[in-house]
């Protein structure tokens, strides 16, 4: 089947099978091999992506759906230069390996657009629920989303 | 310049990392790539009678299928167990099984096709006939009459048996003592759950019969030499092996597995690079797990509280086959390890190696380390209890005193040193363990369930002189390497055979040498994992890095110190003595002259050009350094948590978590830190949530992120972390290991907790995770609620009774 998808603001035509996962279009059709893949049952989250404005996981979720999407990976998050969620995680010694970080830094994004810079510590461990972080004990990992909320305010 | 040591210094790697450019296995591509994969036992123990892959190879995508006869005629060997104890019994195990399969996940038929889907689609097509056979799962039911063995030729399924201490004074101790605290408990079977799931690709270049396997190693030479020497057999020099940017190990990633000796076997068979990614599922039943011992251990005391001897009996479940380092984690890294903090005169510590029809048990964070510090922990608990004493207090008047290291315990470990007072004053203090104490009294009195749980933990870190590790076991040394390259235009090049998978070596590696040589850090560039880099390493495991490798950095520098001040005396036409290298700027200088000083990258230019060197000093600036350590370092902690527990539903509620560890001098907090608070989770982890589950047929209940339950954010709270330093005093950096210790304190610190807030209900011991479930149940149980007991089976039942000394069975004492 023929899809259509804008991906990072440049839009992409590819034939693919109707069973091919969002996220292994992503990384083999389109080569962005930010998004990672941790598990096979929609746990982990490190395939975490924005579907029309929305962080979505992208291995449930085929391709072929996508049709006619808008997408943001981790490398189109910024433009140029770091994300401000991106420039806390460095700051805040928010990762070690590094698996688990762009899906992270993807869901943190959206849980500051939708609470605004007040977000709480609890607001925030469990808006990561869906995020599996086996490395950095998660307290870095807070720590860098109430800096990146503080700097990036707003909210609805 | 200079001055590196002790900052915390943002990670350089971070950057990649953070705009998913990070470059793990899995993102490889090169073109013309095929994909592998692996068909894998559905049985626990089954007999297979025939293999039809007719099907399969028939489907149009699939490039060839494999059984394991064919590898085995293709050449490929056994997978070797590297550390062999005497008289060990070392199973079969071929990268596929070929006539048997003993454990659900073992590997059977290899796959390669155009796609990984195509691949997957072929591996449904594939008939195995197999006959299933009878299985046992439960280490301490392996030698039971009549059950099934795992391997026909190792009797009782027992692989091996290994004992240390003073037996005979062991015995007195007991037969003198005043109080005798006895407990059976388990330490259950976790499995590591490293974020990337492994992953390996291979290319062959027939021109040049070179290989090249991408691998997601802790420890890319060993692989290499096992590749070479056992499994694969292509010549180390034509074998290169690179593990990239390796998304988290905790011990998972050490081993050498099956899959690594298939994929480049493939890719020389069909002469195409070919890639293997591992799904989560598959990895449950194939990467190795941890843990999982079974346990009975006894306390002797004086009535005031002095401990006075310890018995240990450790049924350890190893799996279907030794994994590689397997046999060392329940021997030198467990039973070492039982002296603790404390001044304990009699340890007799066994344990059984046993064999069973499950996934492989090898290291995993902490190793052997965790096992020995909860049991230790717990029993100390129990001992205050019963004694009516603090658990503080009953600690502190069994600490070894600060003024007593190194200490040699009588299970062989020459502790290096520490301060555990000064360390429990810090915690305690931080924690408010007097106010919270009191605090806890009026909450029981409200009738909740409160509880406050302290432990102090020992570990052994950064293994290990390797005589020591020879004479224990170890098929291979535990040094470390260095190189620092110095360029022509003062730059640096700094291999290390030390390999980071989240440590964050490029930063910290990066300070050590910038410290040592007086060099602006952004000139200095580290190497690792690429063993067409980097000279031989043996990697990172065991908290190794920073005191093995990082030594290693600091002896590669002095030399490089050493030829600076040398060319810098010629050219100065001074002696070599009266020159001084100031590391806070990389300047060289006559004493007393600051003013005419020469900068380190002048010598190195000189180095190169050559053109004015001291008679007979070659030219260039690189030198090279193996350090082998001259002992373990021992990284010690006390973490203090509460904890109170929810009437209705038995959910646990961490309120306060303080975490205060010596790990000697630290080369960069930030990342120290990361580590405690990394460790601290996976601890808890195993004390609250996780657990391999096997079902009786040996189908891994908990095989998928659905049913194995790695901790999320909204477990915990904040962490309180800070640390007390005694540097280590046998390596140049004093530092001791840091990866570990989180995770080793952490378990029973929790664990200690909850079972103090159960103290009130008369409820002595449960066994991990503490799940909300158990905890209501034993709740209901202890309360005459709706009359459920709590399921916590004692760990022998039915064996007899290992209390009297006259049984304890005869085994191999390695040091008295
Ligand atoms: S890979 Fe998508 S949730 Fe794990
Ligand atoms: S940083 Fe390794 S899994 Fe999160």
């Known amino acids: 089947m023929q899809v259509t998808m804008t991906v990072n603001g440049k839009s992409y035509t590819r034939d693919v099978e109707p069973r091919l996962l969002l996220v292994d279009f992503i990384r083999s059709e389109l080569a962005l091999t930010g998004t990672n893949i941790g598990c096979d049952t929609s746990q982990c989250g490190a395939c975490t992506i924005h579907l029309n404005g929305k962080a979505v996981k992208s291995c449930t979720v085929f391709a072929v759906q996508a049709a006619g999407a808008e997408l943001t990976t981790i490398e189109g998050l910024a433009g140029t230069g770091l994300h401000p969620m991106q420039q806390a995680f460095w700051d805040k010694h928010g990762l070690q390996c590094g698996y688990c970080t762009p899906g992270m830094i993807m869901t943190a994004v959206k849980l500051v657009e939708r609470h605004g810079g007040t977000l709480s510590e609890e607001e925030i461990r469990h808006g990561l629920a869906g995020n599996l972080c086996r490395c950095t004990g998660y307290q870095n990992i807070v720590k860098a989303v109430q800096q990146a909320a503080t700097e990036m305010g707003g909210g609805d | 310049m200079g001055n590196y040591m002790g900052e915390s210094i943002k990670r350089r790697e971070d950057p990649r990392f953070i705009q998913g450019k990070g470059k793990y296995v899995a993102n490889l591509h090169i073109p013309n790539m095929a994909h592998v994969a692996i068909l894998r036992s559905p049985y626990a123990h089954a007999r297979i009678r025939s293999i039809n892959t007719d099907a399969a190879k028939a489907l ?102 290994w004992a240390l201490g003073n037996k005979d004074e062991t015995e007195q101790a007991f037969a003198s003592a005043e109080h005798v605290v006895e407990l059976e408990l388990i330490n259950q079977r976790l499995i590591p759950n490293a974020m990337e799931p492994r992953a390996a690709v291979a290319q062959w270049d027939a021109y040049t019969e070179e290989m090249t396997l991408w691998t997601t190693s802790q420890n890319p030479h060993p692989i290499r030499l096992l590749l070479s020497a056992f499994t694969l057999g292509i010549p180390e020099q034509k074998l290169r092996v690179i593990s990239p940017d390796v998304g988290g190990g905790f011990g998972s990633k050490i081993f050498h597995y099956p899959e690594e000796v298939i994929v480049p076997w493939i890719a020389r068979e069909i002469n195409r690079p070919v890639k293997w990614v591992c799904s989560r599922s598959e990895s449950y039943l194939t990467d190795s797990h941890g843990r999982d011992h079974v346990t009975v251990a006894r306390l002797a005391l004086k009535k005031d509280g002095t401990f006075t001897g310890l018995h240990v009996q450790t049924w350890s479940n190893q799996g279907a086959y030794l994994s590689t380092f397997a046999p060392l984690i329940p021997t030198a890294l467990y039973i070492t390890l039982l002296s603790g903090l404390y001044k304990i005169p009699a340890i007799w510590g066994e344990m059984w190696g046993t064999l069973t029809n499950t996934v492989p048990v090898d290291a995993y964070r902490g190793a052997g380390r965790p096992e020995a510090s909860y049991l230790v922990e717990r029993l100390v608990d129990i001992a205050a209890q019963e004694l009516g004493m603090d658990p503080v207090e009953l600690r502190r008047k069994n600490f070894i005193p600060a003024d007593e ?166 050219q100065m036409e001074a002696a070599e003595e009266d020159i001084v290298y100031d590391r806070t700027t990389g300047k060289l200088h006559v004493k007393g002259s600051p003013a005419h000083a020469k900068g380190f990258a002048e010598i190195a230019f000189a180095a190169y050009t050559a053109h004015n060197l001291p008679a007979g000093l070659e030219p260039g600036l690189e030198e090279s350094a193996f350090y082998d350590p001259a002992n373990f370092t021992f990284p010690n902690s006390c973490h203090i948590s509460q904890v109170e527990i929810d009437r209705e539903t038995g959910e646990v509620h961490i309120q306060h978590y303080t975490a205060v560890d010596d790990v000697g001098n630290v080369i960069n907090p930030l990342v120290v830190e990361g580590q405690i608070l990394g460790g601290i989770v996976q601890g808890i982890g195993q004390a609250l949530t996780e657990a391999a589950v096997y079902d009786e047929a040996g189908q891994l209940l908990s095989g998928s992120m659905m049913d194995y339950a790695v901790p999320k954010a909204m477990l915990f709270p904040m962490f309180d972390v800070d640390r007390t330093v005694t540097p280590s005093p046998h390596n140049p950096l004093g530092v001791k290991g840091a990866g570990e210790m989180g995770t080793i304190a952490a378990t029973v610190a929790i664990a200690n907790a909850v079972m103090d807030a159960l103290a009130p209900l008369g409820i002595r011991h449960l066994e991990m995770p503490l799940t909300a479930s158990k905890l209501w149940h034993a709740i209901q149980g202890a309360s005459g609620g709706n009359g459920m007991q709590a399921t916590n089976e004692t760990p022998l039942g039915g064996r007899d009774e290992p209390g009297d000394p006259a049984n304890w069975p005869e085994r191999q004492i390695l040091s008295d």
């Open chain 2, 60 to 161: 149009d995508g699939v490039i060839a299928v494999y059984t394991g006869q064919e590898l085995i005629d293709g050449g490929v060997g056994k997978l070797p167990c590297g550390w062999n104890v005497p008289d060990i019994k070392v199973p079969d195990r071929w990268p596929l099984m070929v006539d048997r399969v003993r454990h659900v996940g073992d590997s059977v038929v290899a796959v390669v096709a155009e796609s990984p889907y195509i691949a997957y689609d072929a591996l449904e097509l594939i008939e195995v006939d197999y006959e299933p056979l009878p299985v046992v799962i439960d280490a301490r039911k392996t030698t039971e009459p009549g059950v099934p063995l795992v391997h026909d030729e190792i009797p009782d399924n027992i692989s091996y048996a």
């Open chain 2, 405 to 570: 290291f190194p200490y040699q315990t009588p299970v062989a470990f020459l502790y290096d040193s520490g301060d555990y007072h000064r360390l429990f004053d810090k915690a305690l203090g931080m924690f408010g363990y007097d106010a919270l104490r009191e605090s806890q009294k009026a909450a029981r009195e409200q009738g909740r369930l409160v509880g406050i749980g302290v432990a102090g933990c020992i570990e052994a870190s950064g293994p290990a002189p390797s005589q020591v590790a020879g004479a224990l076991g170890a098929a291979v040394g535990f040094w470390e390497s260095a190189v620092i390259r110095v360029h022509p235009t003062g730059k640096a090049t700094v291999l290390t055979g030390s390999h980071s998978h989240g440590q964050g070596h490029e930063t910290t590696f990066a300070q050590v040498v910038a410290d040592q040589l007086g060099m602006d850090i952004n000139d200095v560039e580290i190497v690792h994992g690429d063993t067409g880099r980097v000279p031989f390493g043996m990697g990172t495991y065991g908290s190794r890095s920073g005191c093995v490798g990082g030594s290693a950095l600091v002896r590669a520098a002095e030399k490089v110190r050493a030829k600076a001040i040398k060319i810098a005396a010629h």
